[in-house]
């Protein structure tokens, strides 16, 4: 079983749509939480951090639930920007690891 | 802003040759760097962590000899590519993490061996 668990996708919504994506990790002594978005032969970029009362940032939502171990990235209002590679990474505590999912394909259609 | 800034952004060379890149961070010091590797539609795959001031810590089937690491200071790391082949033609990109966890990556650096 991966450290990291997503769904490959891709999902294909069109826009104005809501869509959520979920992350499972394995190890319960992990940390700390983010997504990321990773366009096309471009480097990964911070979305956010995820906390565990859970946090906002504009169309943006994430959660985490700790005891079902897995973390989502809820989108309103898709953008057709929003097309991306969506990357969830768990950083574990003692190894000091980032260990990173596979990543989501979102492609928001017109 | 960048906070991690990583040059050259593109690479083109002959096999045989080295390349190094470079990966700095811009407003933080960093003791500890990343260094990916990441093929077409493919995840990133880390290669080795880089310490500042000792050896890096290779990932498992990583060549130490072939990829060599320097982290001379709290602000720079570098790769070395050492006799590149073409199937070391990759997009290698860096990271840095803030003390609050958040992980940076640098822009990412195309290497295309001929």
């Known amino acids: 079983r991966k450290e990291v668990e997503q769904d490959p996708g891709p999902f294909n919504v069109p826009e104005g749509a809501t869509v959520a994506f979920n992350c499972t990790y394995s190890?319960?002594?992990?940390?700390?939480f983010f997504w990321y978005r990773q366009d096309c032969r471009k480097e990964p970029k911070l979305l956010m951090s995820?906390?565990?009362s859970g946090n906002e940032d504009g169309r943006f939502t994430a959660q985490l639930n700790r005891a079902s171990q897995y973390i989502s990235l809820l989108i309103r209002d898709s953008k057709l920007s929003d097309s991306a590679t969506y990357l969830c990474v768990v950083l574990t505590s003692g190894t000091y690891k980032y260990i990173f999912g596979t990543g989501t394909r979102l492609k928001v259609l017109a | 802003g960048a906070v991690v800034s990583q040059h050259p952004s593109w690479v083109i060379c002959k096999s045989g040759t080295s390349v190094k890149i470079e990966c700095r961070s811009l407003d933080f010091q960093a003791t500890t760097m990343f260094w990916y590797r990441q093929f077409p539609k493919q995840s990133l795959m880390l290669m080795a962590t880089s310490n500042e001031g000792s050896k890096a810590t290779y990932e498992q089937g990583v060549e130490k000899d072939k990829f060599l690491i320097n982290h001379a200071s709290l602000t720079l790391s570098t790769l070395t590519v050492t006799s590149a082949h073409p199937e070391d033609s990759s997009f290698y990109i860096c990271?840095?993490?803030?003390?609050?966890?958040?992980?940076?990556f640098g822009e990412g650096s195309r290497l295309t061996v001929l």
């Open positions: 190890n319960s002594a992990s940390q700390s």
């Open positions: 990271s840095a993490n803030r003390r609050t966890g958040e992980l940076f």
């Open positions: 995820v906390y565990s």
